[in-house]
């Protein structure tokens, strides 16, 4: 196995969990914009008033989302397992 293989193989892994990274942490930045704009305007300094919601939208995004995910992942780590013979032969 090759160096420029190595970096290949991470260079995908990274960019598999940031593609699947993105919408979970996309919706999280959002709800607790929207909910910090909301604590400034009413003067509401509650700590706990931005963990339910966001943890609310994302479990939301998790199970619209989570086939979607767990497809590519499978499908990566199918891809990965198929190459083993390639790359160590």
């Known amino acids: 196995m090759d160096?420029?293989?190595v970096i290949s193989l991470a260079t995908q892994a990274m960019s598999l969990a940031l593609k699947i990274s993105i919408p979970l942490l996309g919706v999280g930045l959002v709800i607790g914009v929207l909910i910090s704009v909301i604590q400034a305007v009413t003067s509401i300094q509650?700590?706990?008033?931005?963990?339910?919601?966001?943890v609310l939208a994302m479990?939301?995004?998790l199970v619209v989302g989570g086939p979607w995910m767990l497809n590519q992942l499978l499908s990566y780590t199918t891809e990965l397992w198929s190459s083993i013979p390639n790359m160590v032969g």
Do not use: G, N, W
């Open 59 to 61: 479990a939301i995004v």
């Open 3 to 5: 160096t420029d293989v």
């Open 46 to 54: 509650e700590q706990t008033l931005s963990f339910i919601p966001k």
